[in-house]
């Protein structure tokens, strides 16, 4: 069995400029890794069927699942005739705004590469991500990046300031689609993205914190009041900087000083079942 990791993503920036004629919105937004993974196993079978196997009753275990997607994908496209057996241990939260599925969709791609033979270079396999979804690109690099076209066009950045990320899921699903549908492209308040790259490149932790933003958390907001309950308790807490990642709903909050990370996670852990303190990863995947 081969094993790979694969980690969620948080968004320091996420923009959306306009609806593009293909009907996906043009986007903009700083994306970073943080140590929460689920871990993929791969296994290859003699019988070519790809097989998904989870114990987490929200995961599709049928091609609607991105991993499926990924490995018949590569199956297809270079006629490989070996089956998969692919194992996800999930960490990550389901449909929480954390490329959970996007990621294991990525690590994927990254371990059949290794289990076929395949010898595509992480380019290669960040393209082929793409047809996946907006956010697979991203993950089979990981690390800190610039994300645009609708998420798929990525350029590297160096890793932020080191910090904490506390992050705190409420149990509730947010349909993305929905949140996008809600969006009135006019009334957006846009992040600062040129300055928050600035941010990351100085590595001034109080201007991220400072510039961080999500054009789709007043859209979310609206659609589920919990998503601000859960902001204003971090705030209270005393996380440093509190945002949404993604479509939600999950909120995640910048804490610098390690005294202050259990006091925030404990505080949240009374009204929300998950909640993570993890650090930032912030760097490339050197094995993609």
Excluded at 80 to 98: D, F, H, M, T
Excluded at 208 to 217: D, K, W
Aim: charged share 25%; glycine share 8%; net charge negative.
């Amino acid at each position: 069995m081969l094993y790979v990791k694969a980690p969620a993503k948080i968004n320091l920036t996420l923009d959306v400029l306009h609806k593009r004629p293909d009907g996906f919105h043009e986007v903009e937004m700083i994306m970073t890794t943080v140590d929460l993974a689920d871990r993929i196993g791969l296994e290859s079978r003699e019988d070519g069927i790809i097989k998904i196997i989870s114990a987490d009753r929200y995961v599709p275990d049928d091609q609607r699942n991105l991993a499926y997607q990924a490995a018949k994908l590569l199956k297809d496209t270079y006629n490989v005739q070996a089956g998969v057996s692919i194992v996800l241990e999930k960490r990550i939260p389901v449909a929480a705004g954390l490329a959970g599925g996007s990621s294991d969709a990525a690590a994927t791609l990254k371990g059949l590469n290794r289990l076929w033979n395949l010898q595509l270079t992480a380019d290669q396999l960040a393209e082929h991500g793409a047809k996946i979804g907006s956010d697979v690109s991203f993950c089979v690099y990981g690390g800190t990046a610039l994300a645009t076209g609708r998420g798929e066009k990525i350029q590297e950045l160096p890793s932020p300031p080191n910090c904490w990320i506390i992050l705190a899921k409420p149990s509730i699903g947010v349909s993305t689609a929905d949140v996008y549908g809600g969006l009135k492209v006019t009334e957006i308040i846009h992040p600062n993205t040129s300055e928050m790259i600035r941010a990351i490149k100085e590595k001034d932790y109080e201007l991220m914190c400072a510039t961080m933003g999500n054009a789709l958390e007043s859209v979310t907001l609206k659609l589920y009041p919990e998503v601000s309950t859960i902001k204003e308790q971090m705030m209270k807490f005393g996380a440093d900087a509190v945002l949404m990642s993604g479509s939600g709903p999950t909120v995640f909050g910048l804490v610098q000083h390690e005294s202050r990370v259990n006091r925030i996670y404990n505080g949240l852990r009374g009204f929300c079942d998950e909640v993570y303190a993890v650090r930032l990863i912030g760097e490339r995947d050197t094995l993609a």
